[in-house]
Antibody, heavy 123, light 110 residues
Framework: QLQLQESGPGLVKPSETLSLTCTVS??????????WGWIRQPPGKGLEWIGS???????YYNPSLKSRVTISVDTSKNQFSLKLSSVTAADTAVYYC???????????????WGQGTLVTVSS | EIVLTQSPGTLSLSPGERATLSCRAS???????LAWYQQKPGQAPRLLIY???SRATGIPDRFSGSGSGTDFTLTISRLEPEDFAVYYC???????????FGQGTKLEIK
């Protein structure tokens, strides 16, 4: 059974860079059938897609965050990572990683999801 | 950017009743790229429906999805106690290359 687990600091200072890693177990991140995505959810609010990456390194980013986001993949470790620069309090959220299922060459739905990790931006 | 509007914001029903949740898109959406998720407090979202009407693995058949164009519906035929949660729809907008979610519908026990 595929499982995803987010890891990284739970507290980041304003203007610094948020860094998270998602470790995939029970399956290969190098599968040709999936992208791998990051989604976030501010406390008490809805879901926002951040971006997704293919094992080859091909990426899709949310245009609203693109200037601050870098997603990378390490196939040797079966991991993918998120970096979000110049964070503010508005970036405080639960960050989820998820498998992003490919349908006819485009990523489509997210399944399964990691349990999520809360990142707070505060000095 | 395509905006997904879910209604109602909160739906109060009793176990055994039928729930009908709406997701309306500001522009036409490909049915292939419309999904529904369930989220319980403190948990990650769980995929229920993909391709507007296909149930994900392990999802009970009381959950069904329908719709096309700009109007999509998630129906729960007979509510079980474990179905009370928040439900989100999600779509892919090819013109902007963005995956967006609706704001959610909270299904609460009446």
């Amino acid at each position: 059974q595929l499982q995803l687990q987010e890891s990284g600091p739970g507290l980041v200072k304003p203007s610094e860079t948020l860094s998270l890693t998602c470790t995939v177990s029970g399956g290969s991140i190098s599968s040709s059938s999936y992208y791998w995505g990051w989604i976030r959810q501010p406390p008490g609010k809805g879901l926002e897609w951040i971006g997704s990456i293919y094992y080859s390194g091909s990426t899709y980013y949310n245009p609203s965050l693109k200037s601050r986001v870098t997603i990378s993949v390490d196939t040797s470790k079966n991991q993918f990572s998120l970096k979000l620069s110049s964070v503010t309090a508005a970036d405080t959220a639960v960050y989820y990683c998820a498998r992003h299922v490919l349908v006819v060459a485009l990523p489509d739905w997210f399944d399964p999801w990691g349990q999520g990790t809360l990142v707070t931006v505060s000095s | 950017e395509i905006v997904l509007t879910q209604s109602p914001g909160t739906l109060s029903l009793s176990p055994g009743e039928r729930a009908t949740l709406s997701c309306r898109a500001s522009q036409s959406v490909s049915s292939s790229y419309l999904a529904w998720y369930q989220q319980k407090p403190g948990q990650a979202p769980r995929l229920l429906i993909y391709g507007a009407s296909s149930r994900a693995t392990g999802i009970p058949d009381r959950f069904s999805g329908s719709g096309s164009g700009t109007d999509f519906t998630l129906t729960i035929s007979r509510l079980e106690p474990e179905d009370f949660a928040v439900y989100y729809c999600q779509q892919y907008g090819s013109s902007q290359g963005v995956y967006t979610f609706g704001q959610g519908t909270k299904l609460e026990i009446k």
